[in-house]
């Protein structure tokens, strides 16, 4: 991101934001059928709502505050489920303790479901979750870029994530998910998405758009094209990059074609 470029590298940083691949088993496009089995295996009512945070078990990624918002929509629309998903990694005691006070959070709540690696959730498990919500959740209260972000916007599902990091890059406000900054907030969000779906649907449509244009892999070839070009101060980038002296060196640029187009 721009604001992490320390001061006093004008002109000599590009910013490349990272990339989902579209075709990896975690993105791959997953029958409505094939998602809804996977879920069911893990207990899910695939006839009922339902929303899904991906996430390790950390507090920066907020899941008590998710059930917090869970239970508020659930006064609302009492059929809704949820779905917290997370990695955990061995060697993490303080991950396993946030596990551990995430279920006793839930407090034994049948239609929370929280589910680990250790329960034989990997990347088709993590797609067919992602592919199967109604709304996906990313309650981060700090957050990188947020590849999770990417994941669900690409399956064309309502989204709703915490307004830091990375996350305002991927989302528009209310045109492609919602930004929210507490957990009021989150749960009145859900409410009206789970309420109307065809807002849902039009959220989900504008998401994956953007996504497909700027989060997929094939964009860094893009990215390349305009950093090589810039360079060799050719393209569309150079006029952009090049200042002062160091443009005074380059050789003038002959006609060239927009290798971004
Ligand atoms: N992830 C996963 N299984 C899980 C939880 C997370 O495969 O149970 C993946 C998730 O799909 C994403 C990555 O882990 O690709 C997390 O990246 P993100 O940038 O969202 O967050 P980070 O964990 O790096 O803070």
New binding site residues.
């Given amino acids: 991101m721009e604001q992490y470029v320390p001061s006093g590298m004008g002109g000599t940083v590009n910013v490349v934001p990272p990339a989902i691949d579209p075709l990896a088993p ?1 993105n791959m496009a997953l029958s409505p059928d094939d998602a809804a089995y996977v879920c069911k295996q893990f207990g899910v009512d695939v006839d009922r709502p339902l929303m899904v945070q ?3 078990f950390d507090p920066w990624k907020d899941p008590l505050g998710v059930i917090d918002a869970y239970r508020m929509a659930k006064e609302e629309v009492p059929e809704v489920q949820l779905a917290l ?3 955990m990694a061995s060697d993490d005691p303080e991950g396993w303790d946030f596990y551990n006070a995430t279920i006793a959070h839930a407090g034994g709540d049948p239609d929370i479901h929280i589910l ?2 250790f329960n034989n ?1 990997g ?1 088709i498990e ?1 797609n067919a979750f992602q592919s199967q919500a109604d709304v996906v959740i990313q309650k981060s209260t700090r ?7 990417a ?1 669900a916007l690409w399956k064309g599902r309502p989204f709703i994530g915490g307004n830091v990091g990375g996350i305002p890059l991927q989302v528009k406000q209310g045109i492609s998910g919602y930004l929210v900054d507490s957990v009021e907030e989150c749960a009145a969000r859900t409410v009206d998405v789970l309420r109307d779906p065809a807002l849902g649907k039009a959220l989900g449509k504008r998401g994956k758009e953007h996504v497909r244009r700027h989060f997929l892999t094939p964009r860094y070839l893009r990215d390349y094209l305009r950093i090589f070009g810039a360079l060799l101060g050719v393209g569309p980038a150079a006029a952009a990059a090049s200042d002062g002296a160091a443009a005074a060196a380059r050789p003038t640029p002959t006609a060239t074609p927009d290798p971004t187009t």
Avoid at 143 to 149: P, Q, R, Y
């Fill in positions: 975690k991906v996430s390790r998903v997370g990695s680990n690696n959730v990347s993590v957050e990188g870029f947020g590849l999770t972000v994941e």
